[in-house]
C-alpha cells in the first residue's frame, strides 16, 4: 500500500461494478491493488487501519461480523485453526504455536458455552455474542479476522531475494472467456451453450492453488 492511497476514498466492498470496471480495463494488477486496499481498512484485518471502515450490514446479517456465530461455524474455524498449526509446525514455529496453544484453545472455550440449539430457537440456532466472550473471552481479536495471510512470495534459487509466485493462470484465454459469456462461440465441450452462463476452470496456478 502506497501512502498516497490513504487520500483514495475506498468503499468498504467492492461491487459488480467496481470489478467489471477492471475486468474491461484489462487489469488485474489494479484490480489487485483496490482489493488489497478494501482489506486493509476492513474490520477482518486485525491490523489497525487509520481508515478502518465498518462491515457492511449485509455480511454482519450473514455471519460476518462479531455479532453473532453458531457452533458449526466456530467448529469450522477451529478446524481451520488446528490445520495451520499443524501444516506450519516445521516451518514457522511462531504461527504454529500461536494456532495450536492460544487460538485453537479459545474456539474450544467458546464452543463448550454455546447453549443447545433448542435453546437457540429464537435465533434459528444463531449464538449472539456477549460482551463478556468478546472482551474477556478474546473473540473480538480472532473472530472473522484475516489472521493466516497465505504467502505468495518465494526465494529466487541461488540468492536471498524474493519475488511473487504467479497467481493467475499465464494459459486462461479471457477474451474466449468473454466470448462465451456473450454466446458469440461455444464452450469448449462443444456443448451448446446460453448467454450470461460460463464455467471457468483453472484460474489459479498450481503454485497459487497450493499455498491456499
Not at 487460538?103 to 460482551?131: C, H, V, W
Not at 468478546?134 to 479476522?145: A, R
Not at 484475516?146 to 509466485?165: F, N
Request: hydrophobic fraction near 35%; glycine fraction near 6%; proline fraction near 8%.
Amino acid at each position: 500500500e502506497n501512502t498516497d492511497d490513504n487520500d483514495v476514498d475506498f468503499p468498504p466492498l467492492l461491487d459488480s461494478d467496481d470489478i467489471a470496471y477492471f475486468f474491461e480495463e484489462n487489469d488485474l494488477d489494479g484490480l489487485h491493488w483496490a482489493l488489497a486496499n478494501v482489506f486493509a481498512r476492513s474490520e477482518r484485518n486485525p491490523t489497525s487501519h487509520p481508515k478502518q471502515q465498518p462491515l457492511s450490514a449485509t455480511l454482519v446479517s450473514r455471519g460476518g461480523g462479531s455479532t453473532y456465530t453458531s457452533e458449526y461455524k466456530l467448529r469450522c474455524d477451529l478446524e481451520q485453526a488446528q490445520h495451520i498449526a499443524e501444516e506450519y509446525q516445521s516451518t514457522d514455529k511462531e504461527k504454529s504455536d500461536l494456532f495450536a496453544n492460544v487460538i485453537s484453545p479459545m474456539y474450544e472455550a467458546m464452543i463448550n458455552q454455546i447453549p443447545p440449539l433448542d435453546q437457540l430457537q429464537r435465533t434459528e440456532g444463531l449464538y449472539p455474542f456477549k460482551p463478556n466472550d468478546l472482551q474477556n473471552g478474546g473473540m473480538s481479536e480472532i473472530y472473522n479476522k484475516a489472521l493466516h495471510h497465505t504467502d505468495i512470495d518465494e526465494y529466487v534459487v541461488g540468492s536471498k531475494q524474493q519475488k511473487s509466485i504467479d497467481i493467475v493462470n499465464p494459459n486462461l484465454n479471457v477474451e474466449a472467456i468473454q466470448q462465451q459469456w456473450e454466446g458469440a462461440i461455444p464452450p469448449p465441450d462443444g456443448l451448446p451453450g446460453a448467454p450470461g452462463v460460463v464455467v471457468v476452470d483453472d484460474i489459479l496456478t498450481k503454485e497459487a492453488l497450493e499455498r491456499i
